[in-house]
């Protein structure tokens, strides 16, 4: 299988984060990636195929914003990473606020998503990385691998949260669509809902968006994921949210993902998508699924039986000494 990697990637290192209730040592580290490029052997860098890809999820002001955040947090005397302390809630009014404090709150509902120097590079690198897997199915690959790093799944058009700063996973669907393919359908299988993607298709019909995760009742990130959230307009019905709860071993999460793959089947598309996350592990530092590393061979088996082109992208994982051995035996399932 062909996978792809930016070393640019590794340029996004914050030192910490907030979680649950004390500053403790950013957890979506550059060591993911090696464990993960350690186990899978050489991966081929992605051609640039610039923003244009990327402007069609995430609008112009929002990537400015990212690329700018870090400087001007520098700029207004502050040390370390960019971070959001203060968001407007729902109902304020929109304001055009030009101070970089604001603007981190504007841009962002969390916070576990510091800007650090690499912040910007490195997530276009990542979404770079994206776009060549999904290319390489577009021509004829049954399926390919992104190191996806920074993650995406979390990113909204034009916010960040969740260690997710772009979304690749949503840049790849438009791709697949401005190719000329009429359908896609993403299967998102992280431990956390894939609020960000869900949020960016929620009208669509022609992107389908599945998702097997965490319940938000109990887990991040609460506000979004839940079972009646269906999609609206013209994409209603587009939207399956299959909530598990803690706990759940291979043999409940197997039979999620057999509702999942029907539906995927049912709507007929020319590419999958699936933003992988290996937090359902059952030894995740920050997870509490049961799922162990000979499962993903049968998950990664059972989604390859669809019969689809298929990128796979990588969302979360911090059990960073099983990483490399998950993300390869759900590969290997292809
Ligand atoms: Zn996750």
């Given at each position: 299988?062909?996978?792809?990697?930016?070393?640019?990637?590794?340029?996004?290192?914050?030192?910490?984060?907030?979680?649950?209730?004390?500053?403790?040592?950013?957890?979506?580290?550059?060591?993911?990636?090696?464990?993960?490029?350690?186990?899978?052997?050489?991966?081929?860098?992605p051609?640039?195929?610039?923003?244009?890809?990327?402007?069609?999820?995430?609008?112009?002001?929002?990537?400015?914003?990212?690329?700018?955040?870090?400087?001007?947090?520098?700029?207004?005397?502050?040390?370390?990473?960019?971070?959001?302390?203060v968001?407007?809630?729902?109902?304020?009014?929109?304001?055009?606020?030009?101070?970089?404090?604001?603007?981190?709150?504007?841009?962002?509902?969390?916070?576990?998503?510091?800007?650090?120097?690499?912040?910007?590079?490195?997530?276009?690198?990542?979404?770079?990385?994206?776009?060549a897997?999904?290319?390489?199915?577009?021509?004829?690959?049954?399926?390919?691998?992104?190191?996806?790093?920074?993650?995406?799944?979390?990113?909204?058009?034009?916010?960040?949260?969740?260690?997710?700063?772009?979304?690749?996973?949503?840049?790849?669907?438009?791709?697949?669509?401005?190719?000329?393919?009429?359908?896609?359908?993403?299967?998102d299988?992280?431990?956390?809902?894939g609020?960000?993607?869900?949020?960016?298709?929620?009208?669509?019909?022609?992107?389908?968006?599945?998702?097997?995760?965490?319940?938000?009742?109990?887990?991040?990130?609460?506000?979004?994921?839940?079972?009646?959230?269906?999609?609206?307009?013209?994409?209603?019905?587009a939207?399956?949210?299959?909530?598990?709860?803690?706990?759940?071993?291979?043999?409940?999460?197997?039979?999620?993902?057999?509702?999942?793959?029907?539906?995927?089947?049912?709507?007929?598309?020319?590419?999958?998508?699936?933003?992988?996350?290996?937090?359902?592990?059952?030894?995740?530092?920050?997870?509490?699924?049961?799922?162990?590393?000979?499962?993903?061979?049968?998950?990664?088996?059972?989604?390859?039986?669809?019969?689809?082109?298929?990128?796979?992208?990588?969302?979360?994982?911090?059990?960073?000494?099983?990483?490399?051995?998950?993300?390869?035996?759900?590969?290997?399932?292809?």
């Open positions: 299988m062909r996978i792809f990697w930016d070393e640019r990637q590794r340029l996004h290192a914050p030192e910490k984060e907030l979680h649950n209730g004390a500053f403790v040592p950013f957890a979506e580290t550059p060591a993911r990636a090696d464990a993960i490029l350690a186990a899978l052997g050489p991966a081929e860098t051609r640039d195929r610039g923003e244009a890809p990327l402007l069609r999820v995430h609008p112009r002001d929002y990537l400015d914003f990212l690329k700018t955040a870090h400087r001007d947090w520098r700029a207004a005397g502050r040390d370390g990473d960019a971070a959001g302390y968001w407007p809630v729902v109902r304020r009014r929109a304001l055009r606020l030009e101070r970089i404090d604001a603007k981190l709150g504007r841009y962002s509902y969390d916070a576990s998503t510091p800007i650090a120097a690499g912040t910007w590079e490195a997530a276009y690198a990542s979404v770079q990385s994206a776009l897997a999904t290319e390489a199915v577009l021509a004829g690959e049954p399926a390919a691998f992104a190191l996806c790093r920074p993650p995406g799944h979390h990113c909204g058009a034009d916010y960040m949260g969740g260690y997710c700063y772009l979304n690749a996973t949503a840049v790849a669907a438009e791709a697949v669509i401005a190719a000329g393919r009429r359908r896609v359908a993403i299967l299988i992280d431990y956390h809902h609020n960000g993607t869900q949020d960016i298709f929620y009208g669509r019909g022609d992107v389908l968006f599945v998702s097997i995760h965490a319940d938000p009742a109990t887990d991040y990130p609460f506000y979004w994921g839940h079972a009646d959230e269906t999609g609206e307009g013209a994409g209603e019905g939207t399956l949210n299959l909530p598990l709860p803690r706990g759940t071993r291979v043999s409940e999460f197997e039979r999620a993902l057999a509702t999942a793959l029907e539906r995927i089947a049912a709507f007929e598309p020319d590419v999958l998508l699936c933003s992988y996350g290996a937090d359902t592990f059952a030894g995740d530092p920050i997870s509490f699924f049961k799922i162990e590393t000979a499962d993903y061979a049968v998950i990664g088996r059972r989604i390859a039986a669809l019969g689809l082109p298929t990128a796979i992208l990588m969302e979360g994982g911090y059990a960073v000494d099983a990483l490399g051995a998950n993300v390869a035996a759900f590969l290997s399932g292809f």
